[in-house]
């Protein structure tokens, strides 16, 4: 089992950052690969980025390729999501995502991949 907590969302204005935080218990944080989505109101969840057990592979969708990075700290058992330049399309709530497969290169950016879900954290921005 993993259980994920997003934090660090809120409204912003286009142009500026967020830093996006998931913080996981449960199972080994470095034993799996995770995500982030986002899912905004009337739309599907859409991927956003992704990133392997050992930090070596990432892989963004090209609408936020850029302008965002993630990262996780193995050590503190947390995933991040650094948003920069924003724009009014990138409101939308924003999920972490645990992928248990056991590659140490893997990440997927089809939302099927992943096996536990964080609760989602809103993220607002205005023009």
């Known amino acids: 089992q993993v259980q994920l907590v997003e934090s660090g969302g809120g409204w912003v204005q286009a142009g500026g950052s967020l830093r996006l935080s998931c913080a996981a218990s449960g199972r080994t944080f470095s034993s799996y690969a995770l995500g982030w989505f986002r899912q905004a109101p009337g739309k599907e969840r859409e991927f956003v980025a992704s990133?392997?057990?050992?930090?070596?592979?990432?892989n963004y969708a090209d609408s936020v390729k850029g302008r965002f990075a993630v990262s996780r700290d193995n050590a503190k058992d947390t995933l991040y999501l650094q948003m920069n330049s924003l724009k009014p399309e990138d409101t939308a709530v924003y999920y972490c995502?645990?992928?248990?497969?056991?590659?140490?290169?893997?990440?997927?950016?089809?939302?099927?991949?992943?096996?536990?879900w964080g609760q989602g954290t809103q993220v607002t921005v205005s023009s």
């Open positions: 990133i392997s057990r050992n930090s070596l592979r990432t």
């Open positions: 995502a645990a992928d248990v497969r056991p590659d140490l290169y893997v990440t997927s950016s089809s939302r099927f991949a992943y096996d536990y």
